[in-house]
């Protein structure tokens, strides 16, 4: 765990609930798309990228998303979701997702999504302000150092 926390200092606990599980006894694949996004809002939020968005109209959007399960994760569980980011360009960025499970000591599931700015006002995409590439800069890697 602590390797998996010093590759991903940027993380999320979320303790798996019994409802979240389908009839195979497994967490549906469809809630890891939840996890991830609780996962992209406390990024935010961790690195006060939020509250740079919220000053403005802009804001960011998911233009695709993409999960890829290793290991099935049942009840009692707690994943550490590790996130970065990749790929920054003008309008857009790419978030990655790891899924760690304490149960199992195990990277269970990852996953990404294209994150696209979006002007709420225009209904247009926008241009990252320089403020936010900043902040994206300083916890950019390579998608493969995931």
Known sequence: MDDFIARYPIHTQITVAWGEMDALKHVNNVVYFR??????????IQTELMSLLQS???GPVISENQARYKRPVTFPDTLTIGTHISDIQADRFMMHYTA??????AVTTTGSAQVVM????TG???EL????????QQ???DSADA
């Open 35 to 44: 996890y991830f996004e609780t996962a992209r809002i406390d990024y935010l």
């Open 56 to 58: 403005g109209n802009i």
């Open 100 to 105: 760690f499970s304490q149960a199992q000591q």
């Open 118 to 121: 979006f002007d709420f006002s």
């Open 124 to 126: 247009k995409k926008a």
């Open 129 to 136: 302000p320089d403020a936010v590439i900043a902040v994206l």
């Open 139 to 141: 916890h950019c890697r």
